[in-house]
């Protein structure tokens, strides 16, 4: 008899986007002239940088080729990618990340879901909350958790993001070996001061934890004082493994290009209390099931670090946060508490009220979508999720009626 991982039956079925979509459905059927527009979805909207589109072209002509053709790269990637990564990324900050230590993949989605393999299943895990789905999701896959109970699963230390800790979630109190980190957040934009990151490495390394930390959205961080990598923290190194993308940095969400960094100097135990390599263990497990980023995408993202590719992805990056301004200045004008928005593409909004109420009013009233902040998770309830990936024009009409409908 064929039986499946139970585990898959206590996954809560997420009807967020459904649900969402029913709504828009029905406002449209009752206001067939007016235009929808869209501030909820987390996904880039403007082109690639040209400098990566021709990148992009040159090597596919470069795979037409007997001479210049190839086949499968090296599965960590292709070093060209991973010299530029190292020398831009973190060199050039101060972190001290080599190139080998960099591992090319097409998605920090797959990375965030799949690094947690490596780990027992009776470790404890802490994960933010409100979240990005996929840390929480793939640890119930994996039969680190009980059942799903009152909004929440038995087994998972939640670490509660609120307005009274600013967002930026509390030491545990408990013990915990694996910790999942968001900076700057999705869904709620915020940001961690090196400070504060410091406490969280130093408790990794009083406790002999490991933090996840997921930096999709270091472009953004417009602050110089912040954090873009966990690797500018010392002691990081031993503690810690990032993951980066080209999605949200440079628009490759349907390109699809990122990477995850693991120091050969991080450690994990086995179950007799021996050191482990983690640098080692990832590489065994990405030579074994993945064969690597096609190579025309790995040169469009090294574009991304060429003089004229920096500076196109910084002004792609600026436009969104041009956007970002627009949304938080009107927000603050209506007199609504947020966070997010400096640093982020993220404006996540106390509503004041039920989080789908809140959804409803928008829709209702200005023809907005916006996400509520109850799918991300109990913290989230009476939140919403303004995003900033939209095209200017859009964002200031959904902003000018905005304000005229709820002031
Ligand atoms: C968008 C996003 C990513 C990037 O995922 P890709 O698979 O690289 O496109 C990672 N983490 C968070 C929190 C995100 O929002």
Same mark, same amino acid.
């Given at each position: 008899? #064929? ?16 649900? =969402?979509?029913? $709504?828009?459905?029905?406002? +449209? ?25 021709? /990148? ?41 990340? *080599?190139?080998?230590?960099?591992? =090319? ?21 802490? =994960?933010? &909350? ?25 087994? =998972? ?12 979630? *509390? ?9 999942? @980190? ?15 990151? +410091? ?5 990794? $390394? ?5 933090? @996840?930390? &997921? ?5 953004? #961080?417009?602050?110089? *004082? ?13 503690? /810690? ?7 949200? *940095? ?11 960094? %693991?120091?050969?100097?991080?450690? /994990? ?6 050191? +482990?390599? %983690? ?5 065994? $497990? ?11 995408? +790995?040169?469009?993202?090294?574009? %991304? ?11 792609? #990056? ?28 993220? #404006? ?11 959804? &409803? ?38 902003? /000018?009626?905005?304000?005229?409908? @709820?002031?």
């Amino acid at each position: 008899m #064929i039986t499946i991982n139970d585990n898959y039956l206590k996954l809560q079925a997420s009807y967020l986007f459904s649900d =969402i979509a029913k $709504r828009v459905a029905a406002f +449209q059927e009752n206001n067939p002239d007016k235009q929808v527009i869209k501030l909820g979805i987390g996904d880039v909207t403007r082109g690639l940088p040209p400098a990566c589109i021709e /990148a992009f072209h040159k090597a596919v002509d470069e795979m037409a080729d007997d001479s210049s053709f190839r086949g499968y790269g090296p599965e960590q990637g292709y070093d060209f990618l991973r010299n530029a990564i190292a020398k831009n990324d973190f060199k050039a900050r101060g972190a001290d990340i *080599s190139a080998d230590e960099i591992f =090319i993949s097409d998605g920090a989605k797959c990375d965030t879901g799949n690094i947690q393999e490596l780990f027992a299943k009776d470790i404890k895990v802490a =994960i933010p &909350d409100p979240v990005y789905p996929v840390y929480l999701d793939t640890n119930v896959m994996a039969g680190r958790t009980g059942d799903f109970q009152n909004g929440r699963f038995d087994g =998972i230390v939640y670490l509660e993001a609120t307005q009274t800790n600013g967002f930026v979630p *509390s030491l545990p109190e408990e013990e915990v070996d694996l910790i999942y @980190l968001c900076f700057p957040n999705n869904p709620t934009g915020s940001t961690i001061s090196k400070a504060e990151l +410091q406490t969280w490495v130093d408790f990794a $390394r009083d406790n002999k934890a490991l933090i @996840l930390f &997921d930096a999709a959205y270091e472009a953004f #961080i417009r602050d110089d *004082s912040l954090p873009k990598s966990i690797f500018e923290i010392e002691g990081a190194r031993e503690v /810690a493994i990032e993951f980066r993308s080209f999605s949200k *940095s440079a628009g490759f969400t349907g390109t699809r290009c990122a990477y995850t960094v %693991v120091s050969k100097d991080c450690r /994990a135990f086995d179950s007799q209390g021996n050191i +482990q390599k %983690v640098h080692e263990l990832w590489n065994r $497990r990405h030579c074994t099931k993945f064969n690597g980023v096609s190579y025309p995408v +790995q040169r469009a993202a090294e574009a %991304v670090y060429k003089e004229e590719g920096k500076a196109q992805t910084a002004e792609l #990056i600026h436009y969104y946060l041009r956007n970002a301004d627009r949304i938080c200045e009107e927000i603050e004008a209506l007199g609504y508490d947020y966070d997010g928005g400096k640093n982020s593409p993220y #404006i996540w909004i106390d509503g004041r009220t039920d989080s789908w109420d809140f959804f &409803d009013m928008l829709l209702n009233k200005a023809g907005v979508v916006c996400t509520p902040g109850a799918g991300f998770g109990k913290c989230g309830e009476g939140y919403i999720r303004i995003s900033a990936f939209n095209s200017h024009e859009n964002v200031d009409e959904a902003m /000018a009626r905005i304000r005229r409908e @709820l002031s």
